[in-house]
């Protein structure tokens, strides 16, 4: 019986024999009737290949010839020098920087830079240079761009370099902090003496040594700040001692007791345990909360409201208030902390800083918290063109990220003007949204921010078309 060989074998035997019927003629040819075919389309593929090479080897050596890239606007790079040129009306013209090449392309190419070797670029005229002088080299791309938080921290003076007062350094994106509970606040001065409480995103002036001595500041020690650091934090009312007119003089009945402009009256509501504080006026009676009152008893002037007994808030029930007129003068109670909150001290190992960061209604957040030192030394780097009290001395953004921000302006006022903020810690302001397209951006990577704190950024040249457009002689 055959096996499934000799099977195999007797129909390509026959197969064989049928071939070389039709290509000889004869059935019983001495050699296989595909042998030529074969042979020849195995030397013909050897030697396309060594064709393919012996081209391929030249084209390294000796490269040229490639004319893809003349397209109007298209970002030319030199493979064998890295010159970059822009290739406008029929010439390459060499280009100071990536952003002004991006500038002169607009928006056709999407900025892309095109590799060729010098042989392609040989009998193509080379114009003058052009560019904005100072411009950015290095654009971050769309989704680098942050839009988190910004934070800006104080350090004690000597710890920047070329820095001799405290240095501030500014970090984008979002930093782990401790962050200050409402009961706590930082007790900070600049140079001028002037001593600043820090509570509830609010920089509030101190009085005189009186008030820090009544609010239990008095053996705070101040956290020495530059301007540049204090400056964007929100404004709030000033703590001092509230001045009291016609202090001394008769004032309305409480409880049927004449009362006296100047004093302070306690009521007491055992019932659900509360008390409130009030001052007495020349019109009547005014909320005070516990800091208020405070300051009042301490000032030397309200001794004249207790002619004949202790400085000290006159006790009296819920119904002595009855029929007694509320004063219409100014408010002693908003925007200032109803008790004093406690002077947090940093320790030396962080750095007290304020996070600005967008709230629930939409307008920006202070938000002070105390951060590690070693996190904001560990990326810090020097600010360019700092000036000492204005801009910060460093900078914390991630290698290839940036910002794209804008002027947040008062409320109905006119937005001001968008600034492309680069790794480096520069602000390039952008003339219209064409240019920020031209860049690779959209309005709706923009990020409000206030001007204070775009002023702690040095201001580079301004992006604009034109500007690229203009030759840049060579400086002699």
Not at 259 to 273: C, D, L, M
Not at 398 to 423: F, H, K, M, N, W
Not at 441 to 468: D, F, N
Request: proline share 11%; glycine share 12%; net charge neutral.
């Amino acid at each position: 019986m055959q096996s499934r060989k000799d099977q195999v074998q007797a129909y390509f035997f026959v197969v064989g024999r049928l071939a070389a019927a039709v290509t000889h003629g004869r059935p019983d040819v001495l050699q296989p009737p595909n042998r030529r075919l074969n042979s020849g389309m195995v030397l013909g593929v050897l030697l396309a290949c060594v064709l393919a090479g012996v081209f391929g080897i030249y084209g390294v050596f000796k490269p040229g010839g490639d004319t893809s890239w003349r397209q109007p606007g298209a970002i030319v790079m030199d493979k064998n020098s890295g010159a970059r040129y822009v290739y406008l009306d029929g010439q390459l013209r060499p280009v100071l920087n990536y952003s002004s090449a991006r500038l002169v392309s607009g928006q056709s190419g999407g900025g892309q830079v095109i590799s060729v070797s010098q042989s392609s670029l040989t009998g193509t005229p080379v114009g003058q240079p052009i560019g904005i002088p100072g411009a950015p080299d290095a654009l971050p791309s769309a989704n680098r761009l942050d839009t988190g938080p910004w934070t800006v921290c104080t350090e004690p003076a000597g710890s920047a370099p070329g820095s001799a007062g405290p240095a501030v350094t500014l970090l984008l994106g979002r930093s782990e902090g401790a962050v200050l509970q409402p009961d706590q606040a930082l007790v900070v001065s600049t140079s001028d003496s002037t001593n600043w409480l820090v509570w509830q995103g609010k920089r509030h002036r101190l009085g005189d040594r009186t008030v820090l001595e009544t609010l239990g500041y008095g053996d705070a020690r101040p956290v020495l700040v530059a301007p540049s650091w204090l400056n964007p934090i929100p404004q709030g009312q000033d703590i001092s001692v509230p001045v009291t007119p016609g202090a001394g003089l008769p004032g309305p009945l409480i409880d049927g007791v004449e009362s006296v402009v100047g004093q302070v009256y306690e009521v007491r509501n055992p019932a659900i345990g509360t008390d409130q504080l009030y001052l007495v006026r020349q019109d009547g009676i005014a909320p005070l909360s516990r800091t208020s009152a405070a300051l009042l008893l301490a000032a030397p002037f309200t001794k004249q409201s207790y002619p004949d007994s202790p400085v000290r808030p006159i006790e009296v029930g819920p119904a002595a208030m009855a029929g007694v007129p509320a004063s219409a003068g100014a408010d002693l109670v908003g925007g200032l902390p109803q008790v004093p909150p406690r002077a947090v001290t940093p320790t030396a190992d962080s750095y007290p800083c304020v996070l600005f960061g967008p709230s629930v209604g939409g307008e920006l957040k202070a938000t002070a918290e105390l951060l590690p030192a070693k996190q904001v030394r560990a990326e810090a780097v020097p600010v360019g063109a700092h000036v000492a009290g204005t801009t910060a001395d460093e900078v914390v953004i991630p290698a290839g990220g940036g910002v794209l921000a804008r002027d947040q302006p008062a409320p109905g006022a006119t937005p001001g003007p968008a600034y492309l903020i680069t790794e480096v810690g520069t602000r390039f302001p952008l003339a219209d949204v064409n240019v920020m397209a031209a860049l690779g951006y959209s309005e709706s990577s923009v990020v409000r921010v206030p001007a204070e704190l775009l002023q702690l950024l040095p201001t580079g040249p301004l992006l604009i078309v034109q500007c690229a457009l203009q030759v840049s002689a060579p400086r002699s």
